[in-house]
């Protein structure tokens, strides 16, 4: 994986990181996950991103450059990992939503709880930087030159497999059809509308 590859609207690079693997290295061990699920958000053109007001302390890794991740904390309860895409200095990153494990997976299981199901132990972005052992210190990690948590290609997935659709749980522009999945993978998430989310006409 290189910078090139990631330097591209979000909405463009999103579809292409399904089946590439983020590994984390760690002294318990190391995980290996293959994304199945993501989401592009598009910076200050997308009503739905954190960095549509402009940058920010918080979502100033949003802004570039490319390959660098962007991890947050969703409603004061999970981390969230989006891998930034396209210009420096201009905010653009894909969240990633679900994937499956390939590696480590009984240390995966160990973050996760001893009685999640395979299928289940990174479905979710909250699950997913769980199982992979991502939190706020990995905030800004180039994933490109890291030594313990890493972006690789994994297996090509065909055109085929890939569905579109809108975003999950999203308030604003909820509609827009920026969530790729891979089709009939047990690991991808269910879709479910905000209840805030806004209705034709402003509601």
């Known amino acids: 994986m290189n910078v090139t590859y990631l330097a591209h609207p979000a909405e463009k690079v999103a579809p292409k990181l ?7 290295e760690t002294p318990e061990g190391t995980v290996s996950i293959a994304i199945t699920e993501t989401e592009a958000y598009s910076g200050t053109a997308d009503p739905a991103s954190h ?3 402009g940058r920010t302390p918080r ?15 969703s409603h004061g309860l999970h981390w969230c990992a989006n891998i930034v895409t396209g210009t420096d200095g201009i905010a653009s990153a894909v969240l990633i939503r679900a994937g499956r494990v390939v590696q480590g997976e009984d240390l995966a299981r160990e973050r996760r709880g001893a009685n999640v199901e395979s ?7 909250g699950n997913f930087c769980q199982a992979l052992g991502i939190t706020a210190e990995h905030n800004g990690t180039n994933l490109l030159t890291s030594d313990s ?5 994994g297996e090509p997935v ?8 809108p975003r999950v749980g999203v308030s604003r522009a909820h509609d827009w059809q920026y969530r790729f999945y891979l089709a009939g ?3 991808v998430s269910a879709y479910r509308l905000s209840p805030r989310a806004e209705q034709p006409g402003g509601a």
């Open 119 to 125: 299928p289940r132990l990174a479905r979710g972005p």
């Open 59 to 73: 979502n100033a890794v949003m802004f570039g450059p490319a390959g660098h991740l962007y991890v947050y904390r």
């Open 149 to 153: 948590v890493a972006l690789s290609e």
């Open 51 to 53: 960095a549509y007001r």
């Open 158 to 165: 065909p055109a085929a497999l890939i569905r579109v659709g």
């Open 185 to 187: 993978d047990p690991t």
């Open 18 to 24: 399904l089946g590439a693997v983020l590994t984390h």
